[in-house]
C-alpha cells in the first residue's frame, strides 16, 4: 500500500475507509520491519476500521503505537491526540502529522 494514501485526508466514510486500511497496513509493515530488524516486539492494536464516533480507545492504542515505533528509530514524534474530527482543518493537519511521521519512518526502514 503507497504511502501516499496516509497523506489523503477523509472526507466521507469512503474515504475514511480507504485512509483506515492503508493506515493500518503500513503500521503493520513497520511493526513487522522493526521486529524483525531491532528484536522488538511491538503493540499491534486493531486501528481499521476507524469509528471516529468512539474515537478515544482507538486515538489512545494509535499513540501507543506511534510512541513505541518511534522510540526505537529515535523520533521525538508528535501528540496525536485529542483529534477533532469533524473540524475539516483540525483533521487534515492531523493526517498530515500522522502521514509524515509514517513516511520517516518508512523511508528510514526502506519500506517504500
Given at each position: 500500500?503507497?504511502?501516499?494514501?496516509?497523506?489523503?485526508?477523509?472526507?466521507?466514510?469512503?474515504?475514511?475507509n480507504?485512509?483506515?486500511?492503508?493506515?493500518?497496513?503500513?503500521?503493520?509493515?513497520?511493526?513487522?520491519?522493526?521486529?524483525?530488524?531491532?528484536?522488538?516486539?511491538?503493540?499491534?492494536?486493531?486501528l481499521d476500521?476507524?469509528d471516529?464516533?468512539?474515537?478515544?480507545?482507538?486515538?489512545?492504542?494509535?499513540?501507543?503505537?506511534?510512541?513505541?515505533?518511534?522510540?526505537?528509530?529515535g523520533?521525538?514524534?508528535?501528540?496525536?491526540?485529542?483529534?477533532?474530527?469533524?473540524n475539516?482543518?483540525?483533521?487534515?493537519?492531523?493526517?498530515?502529522l500522522?502521514?509524515?511521521?509514517?513516511?520517516?519512518?518508512?523511508?528510514?526502514?526502506?519500506?517504500g
Amino acid at each position: 500500500m503507497s504511502i501516499a494514501a496516509l497523506f489523503n485526508v477523509p472526507e466521507d466514510q469512503r474515504t475514511l475507509n480507504t485512509w483506515g486500511f492503508a493506515h493500518m497496513a503500513n503500521h503493520r509493515d513497520i511493526i513487522r520491519a522493526l521486529n524483525t530488524d531491532y528484536g522488538t516486539n511491538l503493540s499491534e492494536f486493531i486501528l481499521d476500521p476507524v469509528d471516529f464516533e468512539n474515537s478515544g480507545d482507538w486515538e489512545r492504542q494509535h499513540q501507543v503505537m506511534h510512541h513505541e515505533m518511534n522510540a526505537v528509530v529515535g523520533l521525538s514524534g508528535f501528540d496525536l491526540l485529542g483529534l477533532d474530527w469533524k473540524n475539516e482543518n483540525r483533521r487534515a493537519a492531523w493526517v498530515l502529522l500522522n502521514a509524515t511521521e509514517h513516511r520517516t519512518i518508512s523511508d528510514f526502514l526502506r519500506l517504500g
